[in-house]
């Protein structure tokens, strides 16, 4: 099995930043792309930033110059910056991995549990 667990959530005031990592653990041949979703209250879950296995990116337009995602193949994990933040980005985000894992040849979706980022105003 793959497992996903993020981290760097919390409490930050307008203005201030956070650094959420994704780490994937277990049975994995290789990664593809990985990224980050968020779901804020009474709204649907929305893509927030995707990097691909070869490093290229793409964000939603209303992080874009704010948030910066990236990756550490080596360590199969992934990081979200996040800079500048709004109270408009108070949601719960979530890590997601396309994994191709040991023996098999596509990649399965798989998803971490969730981390709370609050934005104060």
């Known amino acids: 099995q793959v497992q996903l667990v993020e981290s760097g959530g919390g409490l930050v005031q307008a203005g201030g930043s956070l650094r959420l990592s994704c780490a994937a653990s277990?049975?994995?041949?290789?990664?593809?792309?990985m990224g980050w979703y968020r779901r804020a209250p009474g709204k649907q879950r929305e893509l927030v930033a995707v990097i691909n296995g070869g490093g290229t990116t793409n964000y939603a337009d209303s992080v874009k110059g704010r948030f910066t995602i990236s990756r550490d193949n080596a360590k199969n994990t992934v990081y979200l910056q996040m800079n500048s933040l709004k109270p408009e980005d108070t949601a719960v985000y979530y890590c997601n991995a396309a994994v191709i894992r040991q023996g098999l040849v596509y990649p399965n979706n798989y998803w971490g549990q969730g981390t709370q980022v609050t934005v104060s105003s």
């Open positions: 277990g049975s994995i041949f290789r990664i593809n792309a």
